[in-house]
C-alpha cells in the first residue's frame, strides 16, 4: 500500500504564492506518476499537473500553465506543488495521486487512471 499525506494549503490572497507538499510513503516503486487534482465546491474534481517521479513528463492544466510548477524531494519522497500568482478560481480541495505505472499523456490526466489519494488539503484565496 501507499499513503499520500499532503500540506501547505491555507487562505491567501489573490496573487500570493502556495507550496503545497505530497509526502509518499509504502511499498516502494509504487509511485512512478504523481499528479495534483483539486475539486472546488459542487463542481467535479479536475486536473492540475502531472510528473513522473522521475521528473519527467510534466503536464499542467492550461488553467494553471505558466503559473504552477512541479519539484521533487527525493530525499523525502515529497512532490511539490508551487502556485504562484493564485487566482480566487484556484481556490479548492488539491488532492495527490499517484500509481505504479508510468502513464501516458493524455492517461496521466484522467483521475480513474491513479490508484492511491491522499485526504486534500483546502486552498482559498480571497479576491
Known amino acids: 500500500q501507499v499513503q499520500l499525506v499532503e500540506s501547505g494549503g491555507g487562505l491567501v490572497q489573490a496573487g500570493d504564492s502556495l507550496r503545497l507538499s505530497c509526502a509518499a510513503s509504502g511499498r516502494p516503486f509504487s509511485w512512478h506518476t504523481m499528479a495534483w487534482f483539486r475539486q472546488a465546491p459542487g463542481k467535479e474534481r479536475e486536473f492540475v499537473a502531472t510528473?513522473?517521479?522521475?521528473?519527467?513528463?510534466?503536464y499542467f492544466a492550461d488553467s494553471v500553465k505558466g503559473r504552477f510548477t512541479i519539484s521533487r524531494d527525493n530525499a523525502k519522497n515529497t512532490m511539490l506543488l508551487q502556485m504562484n500568482s493564485l487566482k480566487p478560481e484556484d481556490a479548492a480541495v488539491y488532492f495527490c495521486a499517484a500509481t505504479g505505472e508510468l502513464l501516458p499523456y493524455p492517461a496521466n490526466t484522467l483521475r480513474n487512471r491513479y490508484d492511491y489519494w491522499g485526504q486534500g488539503t483546502q486552498v482559498t484565496v480571497s479576491s
Open positions: 510528473s513522473y517521479w522521475s521528473g519527467g513528463n510534466l
